[in-house]
């Protein structure tokens, strides 16, 4: 036995052993960070496999969708109605205008027989002018009513203001 030899195969021994080592920590090192990195993303996948809570919870979830398709149903419900009251005032639109075109085409005057004089004269009076007769039946003078009280200059004419019950009345001659 010669104590060279067993001092190489101890210092090898040794070598490899310290090899052996350092192979095994950079191994663990490597095994470590791994579990570090899958550790990060297992929390990761935990957040966001959990409900954040500005979503609302599946009863809730429930609830809302329950509530819009109420709302839904009495929405279509409404313009169903709508629709039918569109329908309804078109069918009136219609036949108001086909009686407006059937009172335009008529001829009202001619249906009736009518003094153009008297409504000349209905017309006069609402304009405040009212015609005073003489005995044979002829227009002498014509009485006009004011709203206000000041009248004034009416060319050929003389006139004659008087008050009477609240009324400014102006008759006039030629």
Same mark, same amino acid.
Do not use: C, W
């Given at each position: 036995?010669?104590? #060279?030899?067993?001092?190489?195969?101890?210092?090898?021994?040794?070598?490899?052993?310290?090899?052996?080592?350092?192979?095994?920590? !950079?191994?663990?090192? $490597?095994?470590?960070?791994?579990?570090?990195?899958?550790?990060?993303?297992?929390?990761? @996948?935990?957040?966001?496999?959990?409900?954040?809570?500005?979503?609302?919870?599946?009863?809730?979830?429930?609830?809302?969708? %329950?509530?819009? $398709?109420?709302?839904?149903?009495?929405?279509? !419900? &409404?313009? %169903? $109605? &709508?629709?039918?009251?569109?329908?309804?005032?078109?069918?009136?639109?219609?036949?108001?205008?086909?009686?407006?075109? @059937?009172?335009?085409?008529? $001829? =009202?005057?001619?249906?009736?027989?009518?003094?153009?004089?008297?409504?000349?004269? &209905?017309?006069?009076? #609402?304009? #405040?002018?009212?015609?005073?007769?003489?005995?044979?039946?002829?227009?002498?003078?014509?009485?006009?009513?004011?709203?206000?009280? =000041?009248?004034?200059?009416?060319?050929?004419?003389? =006139?004659?203001?008087?008050?009477?019950? #609240?009324? %400014?009345?102006?008759?006039?001659?030629?």
């Amino acid at each position: 036995m010669d104590p #060279g030899e067993d001092y190489l195969t101890i210092a090898a021994a040794e070598e490899q052993m310290i090899l052996t080592r350092d192979e095994r920590q !950079k191994d663990l090192e $490597d095994a470590h960070a791994k579990m570090r990195s899958l550790a990060r993303v297992l929390e990761a @996948a935990r957040v966001s496999s959990t409900r954040p809570s500005t979503v609302p919870s599946v009863e809730a979830h429930a609830r809302t969708l %329950n509530d819009l $398709d109420a709302t839904r149903l009495q929405l279509a !419900k &409404a313009i %169903n $109605d &709508a629709e039918g009251a569109l329908a309804s005032k078109e069918a009136e639109l219609a036949r108001l205008k086909d009686e407006a075109r @059937a009172l335009e085409e008529a $001829d =009202s005057a001619a249906e009736h027989d009518l003094d153009a004089t008297a409504l000349r004269l &209905a017309m006069y009076k #609402g304009l #405040g002018f009212e015609p005073v007769m003489d005995k044979e039946g002829h227009v002498s003078k014509m009485l006009i009513r004011m709203p206000f009280p =000041s009248l004034q200059v009416l060319y050929g004419f003389s =006139s004659v203001i008087q008050r009477t019950q #609240g009324q %400014n009345r102006a008759t006039f001659t030629a």
